[in-house]
């Protein structure tokens, strides 16, 4: 029997008031150290602790003093215990809720693991009930890395669980609190994230996913513990301003329970807010970067202050703690560790797609044998996947067909049948790879396996396109990465004016015999599904296609006329109507035609495609876009830019989402901006327009040393572009360290071939601050304010060019000037008169903030 004396009582007291400071993973080792070597001192705080996860009532000031005389009564050991069939042979160890036993299932004759839940915590019949009913759903679960649940039971005054047994060690001992390789964090992650995305897509949410509910076998196949199991706890704990101790709220409900541990819980967890598959995804997210870092994302000296950085604070950057990190890595635990729900991803299935194709790209030619060496399992957990109907079975790429003749007339035929063919299959069973990020390797000469590769698919298809008169003569081919056989291929033939027939017949192949996908009615349905039935109509749509990728005036003209041809002959070709609408806006934002002309005919275009097919996911980005820089309405845009976000990354074109950015960045709130354009940098790594927009918010968000390395990326790979060394030159130039700007301003205007005279005397003159300053008001006065006169002569020029222009230039009156035409035109670049520089030399006259308030932007909340 403990003697309580007056003495032992307080040391007990103090002892637990401390350990509940400590993360609930550090407390044992802080127990073990504090006790020093008193076992029983040890056993008596270890069971006061157990009464925080109970029920609300326990645990109120007095319930510590109701424990401790419950602490007096010897508990009775269950070894050897008969429970329900169960026969109890080891005790394994103690939790939250419970102890763990070993014990043999009398009826089937194997090990299991027994949960015996503390009465604390299985008293409260409504409790009971709820958890009894989530742990059945638990026991549905069958994936290789869920530990099964067996069943629930009781017997006179013991509720249990039983489940799967599973011999190894926890994903906190396997860490040891030191980094892992990043190909073995990968892994871990991966099969974590099977795990996550299997639950998910039955409505189960685990909530308290961290190192301690993670175990690995001795084959390295990590297995998640107690899904379903610590759904519903009720102790809402939150901290005191002024303490460490935390504050018990009582008569939390559900709804509003904290549910998790602390530093792996999310922020809507941390506040008590309700919880869904992103909740598991931040967790996910924290565990990853303690993978990779050796350090926990969030922690503090305590819970509370732990709580706080959760809520509103940043982690370290992973790069600052760990080199070699891929960007992709960090992209994803960024992704992941989003403090909006939103922000993350749609579905865990994509982050589950997304972390197997880094892996894989990384991995390259490992073998398993080299894996199991790093501590992964990769090979294991995919071994599982073929009886999941909800994986893909594959993960493709289609790359630009070629244009085997080199003929002009069938080119657009080349990615139109490439973007038609993704089109049909990216609903199906399939983890397909964007057209903008396979629109990277048009013309390549790299053979497939290797951009395969690249892009981290297990196949790709590949073909060629040729014509013969008015006959189409097509090659595809289906190839496997990473041996490089061919596992089909065909040939197609079929009259010009018949397309929807021949590109029937491919997709059709490509599914059946090349893939062996089996298909539902819908999904075939979905496959054979046309935009338009009108042949022609398609036809000038697709031709189309490759002027709306360019940003100049003559190629929108172009796109725009061949699409109003489009919906003249097929007034329902819905998809027509949106892409002509963008030609509108595009010419609207670019400044090629007045804003009274491009908003009407949007809206017109707009209009008609809803009318026609409301469920377009680009419905609502161009809605989105008419409302911000067209209407300035910032409510309705938002929510517009919202319902478009929550599309499924197979649904979203990556270059609509920069205008989403650019509209946060305006509301200078740039690391919304950033988050938005790392979304898209994960739908297409490839393409340098998303990398050098994320350059330029990472710069606009202080990190200015990732902005130039992601412009040195961009370098490396497109040693042409002009556009990464002039923002590397803001970035030096926001740094005061202006020599370097100005190098690579004279690197910039070389590579644009801006061949002015007085400009290139000022490049090769300048040094320093005056320098730079030199340099930006010559490239402004003989560079853009001629382009401008020029356009005037022939056409429309916006008189917010000449005022930003006169701005920079530090001619107030005529900045002013064009200001206002430019406000009664409602250009749509006055949307960014808080944050754009040009603007600093009048931002504190009176009539600029008169134009800043007519516009009406609303505060931002940053």
Not at 241 to 259: F, L, M, N, Q
Not at 599 to 616: E, M, T
């Amino acid at each position: 029997m403990p003697d309580y004396t007056a003495d032992r009582w307080p040391q007990i007291e103090r002892l637990y008031v401390a350990a509940l400071d400590q993360d609930p993973a550090d407390r044992e080792a802080f127990l073990e150290a504090a006790c020093e070597g008193d076992d029983e001192l040890r056993r008596e705080v270890r069971s006061l602790l157990r009464y925080e996860t109970a029920a609300d009532q326990f645990l109120a000031r007095p319930a510590l003093v109701a424990a401790a005389r419950d602490l007096a009564q010897d508990v009775p050991s269950l070894m050897g215990r008969h429970i329900a069939g169960y026969e109890v042979v080891a005790f394994i160890g103690a939790g939250g809720m419970g102890d763990v036993y070993r014990a043999r299932d009398l009826r089937l004759g194997r090990n299991v693991a027994l949960k015996v839940l503390d009465p604390l915590v299985a008293f409260d019949p409504e409790y009971q009930s709820r958890f009894e009913e989530e742990a059945r759903s638990a026991s549905g679960l069958n994936h290789p890395n869920i530990v099964t649940i067996y069943g629930v039971g009781e017997e006179a005054d013991l509720t249990f669980i039983a489940m799967e047994l599973v011999h190894g060690r926890t994903l906190r001992e396997h860490l040891a609190g030191r980094p892992i390789p990043v190909r073995s964090a990968l892994d871990i992650a991966v099969q974590l994230t099977s795990a996550l995305a299997a639950a998910h897509l039955v409505g189960i949410v685990h909530r308290d996913l961290k190192p301690e509910n993670v175990m690995v076998t001795p084959e390295a196949l990590f297995k998640v513990l107690d899904f379903g199991i610590a759904k519903r706890q009720f102790a809402h704990v939150v901290s005191d301003d002024d303490t460490r101790r935390p504050t018990i709220r009582t008569g939390a409900t559900e709804g509003s329970a904290i549910v998790g541990t602390v530093g792996y819980m999310s922020p809507e967890q941390a506040l008590g807010l309700p919880v869904g598959p992103a909740s598991d995804q931040f967790s996910l997210g924290a565990i990853l970067y303690e993978m990779v870092t050796g350090q926990r994302a969030f922690h503090r000296d305590s819970r509370g202050e732990t709580v706080r950085a959760i809520v509103d604070a940043a982690p370290v950057p992973v790069d600052h703690l760990a080199k070699g990190v891929p960007a992709t890595i960090r992209f994803a635990i960024e992704r992941c560790l989003a403090k909006d729900p939103v922000d993350r991803y749609h579905d865990t299935r994509d982050l589950d797609r997304e972390l197997r194709r880094i892996r894989d790209d990384l991995a390259g030619g490992v073998t398993r044998r080299e894996w199991i060496s790093l501590g992964a399992a990769g090979a294991v957990a995919v071994m599982g996947l073929g009886t999941w109907e909800f994986w893909p079975l594959h993960t493709l790429a289609v790359l630009p067909f070629a244009n085997a003749a080199n003929d002009e007339a069938v080119e657009y035929l080349c990615l139109g049948l490439t973007e038609t063919l993704i089109g049909r299959i990216k609903h199906l069973p399939l983890a397909v790879k964007s057209l903008s990020l396979v629109s990277n390797f048009v013309g390549s000469s790299a053979n497939p396996r290797e951009i395969g590769r690249r892009l981290g698919v297990e196949k790709v298809v590949t073909g060629e396109v040729k014509m013969n008169a008015s006959q189409l003569l097509v090659t595809a081919e289906l190839i496997d990465r990473k041996s490089g056989l061919s596992l089909w291929k065909n040939h197609f033939e079929g009259a010009r004016v018949d397309i929807f027939k021949l590109w029937d017949e491919i997709a059709t192949a490509v599914v059946d015999d090349g893939l062996h996908l089996r298909l539902t009615r819908d999904e075939r349905r979905e496959l054979l599904s046309r935009p338009t039935d009108n042949a022609e109509a398609f036809d000038l749509f697709l031709r189309a296609r490759p002027f709306l990728a360019s940003n100049t005036e003559d190629d929108y003209l172009t796109a725009r006329a061949l699409l109003q041809q489009a919906v003249d002959k097929d007034p329902r070709f819905a998809e027509a109507w949106v892409q002509l609408a963008g030609t509108y806006w595009n010419s609207g934002l670019e400044n090629y035609m007045p804003p009274s002309a491009a908003w009407p005919q949007v809206d017109r275009c707009l209009s008609r495609a809803s009318a026609l097919n409301p469920g377009l996911s680009d419905l609502h980005f161009g809605r989105a876009i008419a409302s911000f820089f067209g209407s300035w309405d910032w409510v309705v845009a938002e929510r517009e830019w919202q319902q478009a976000w929550a599309a499924p990354d197979r649904d979203v074109q990556p270059e609509f989402l920069l205008s989403y950015a650019l509209a946060r960045w305006a509301l200078n709130d740039a690391r919304g901006a950033l988050r938005i354009v790392r979304r898209a940098r994960t739908l297409d790594p490839l393409t340098p327009m998303f990398m050098l927009h994320e350059a330029s918010y990472l710069m606009r968000t202080n990190q200015s040393e990732e902005a130039v390395a992601r412009c040195r990326s961009v370098i490396q790979t497109h040693p042409d572009m002009a556009m990464p060394y002039f923002i590397i030159a803001e970035v030096r130039r926001a740094q005061q360290r202006f020599d370097e700007a100005i190098e690579a301003r004279r690197q910039g205007h070389t590579l644009r071939s801006d061949s002015d005279e007085e400009l290139q005397t000022v490049l090769s003159d300048a040094k320093g601050r005056d320098g730079y300053a030199r340099i930006e008001a010559t490239a402004v006065r003989r560079l853009e304010l001629r382009t401008l006169e020029r356009r005037a002569r022939r056409g429309y020029s916006s008189p917010l060019d000449f005022a930003r222009a006169y701005a920079q230039l530090d001619d107030r009156d005529r900045a002013i000037e064009y200001l206002g035409e430019a406000l009664d035109a409602r250009s749509p670049g006055l949307v960014f008169l808080n944050v754009d520089r040009a603007w600093d030399s009048i931002r504190t006259d009176p009539t600029f903030r008169a134009a800043v308030e007519r516009v009406g932007l609303p505060r931002s909340n940053n």
